[in-house]
Nanobody
Framework: QVQLVESGGGLVQPGGSLKLSCAASENIFNFNEMGWLRQAPGKELDFVASINVGGKIKYGDSVKGRFTIFRDGAKKTVYLQMNSLEPEDTAVYYC?????????RGQGTQVTVSS
């Protein structure tokens, strides 16, 4: 079972930026898709962004134009660059990896956007 470790969360002011990292314990190209989800307090899990093995990228409507997902195969890491952060982006951010036979999610990293 792959291990996914998120990092890079923290407290940032509105309009600021953060870059999240998701380090995998195995080759990220073993998975059909990797991406990010988030869960705000009292709300359901929400899709943020994904990148598939072929490089196709998708974003949730609320983050389009502000967030960028990218990867580094040599480092076995997927990133989420978050710009123009808003208080509504406050949530625990989870990395996931999925394939035909498996789905794994990390423990999450807290992002708080507040002045």
């Amino acid at each position: 079972q792959v291990q996914l470790v998120e990092s890079g969360g923290g407290l940032v002011q509105p309009g600021g930026s953060l870059k999240l990292s998701c380090a995998a314990s195995e080759n990220i190209f073993n998975f059909n898709e990797m991406g990010w989800l988030r869960q705000a307090p009292g709300k359901e899990l929400d899709f943020v962004a994904s990148i598939n093995v072929g490089g196709k990228i998708k974003y949730g409507d609320s983050v389009k134009g502000r967030f960028t997902i990218f990867r580094d195969g040599a480092k076995k890491t997927v990133y989420l660059q978050m710009n123009s952060l808003e208080p509504e982006d406050t949530a625990v951010y989870y990395c996931y990896a999925s394939s035909v036979s498996s789905y794994n999610r990390g423990q999450g990293t807290q992002v708080t956007v507040s002045s």
